[in-house]
């Protein structure tokens, strides 16, 4: 028979494309794109915790299992979110080669 711990991880890592559905979802809702991280941890840890019920958790460290599950999915989904967006963005988002303030590309 399969560990619930093992469950529970693999339940974190499926969770990851489902946070991220939801947080495209809740977009429109939510104005300052400073939250959708904070919005994906706790998405995580909700998705988490569930599952942690439904299997059955019962003991302490059961639920810090689920509990530390719904943080990494949570994060793991904002961080592919970021890196997913940088890379659409291209040479524009290297901080390296903005324009310098004064120059060239400086509209009035």
């Known amino acids: 028979m399969i560990s619930s711990e093992l469950v529970q991880s693999l ?3 499926g969770g990851v494309p489902l ?3 939801l947080v495209q979802l809740f977009k429109p809702f939510v ?3 400073r939250y959708y991280p904070l919005l994906a ?3 995580g840890l909700v998705i988490n915790l569930i599952a942690g019920w439904t299997l059955g958790a019962s003991t302490g460290s ?3 299992a689920a509990l530390f599950n719904g943080i990494t999915a949570g994060m793991a ?3 592919l979110y970021s890196t997913g967006s940088t890379l ?3 040479s524009e988002a290297d901080k390296n080669n903005r324009p310098k303030e004064g120059g060239d590309n400086e509209t009035d």
């Open 31 to 33: 104005s300052d794109t």
């Open 11 to 13: 339940v974190a890592l």
């Open 77 to 79: 989904a904002s961080g």
């Open 88 to 90: 659409k963005e291209g």
């Open 41 to 43: 941890v706790a998405f």
């Open 19 to 21: 946070i991220l559905g």
């Open 62 to 64: 059961d639920w810090t």
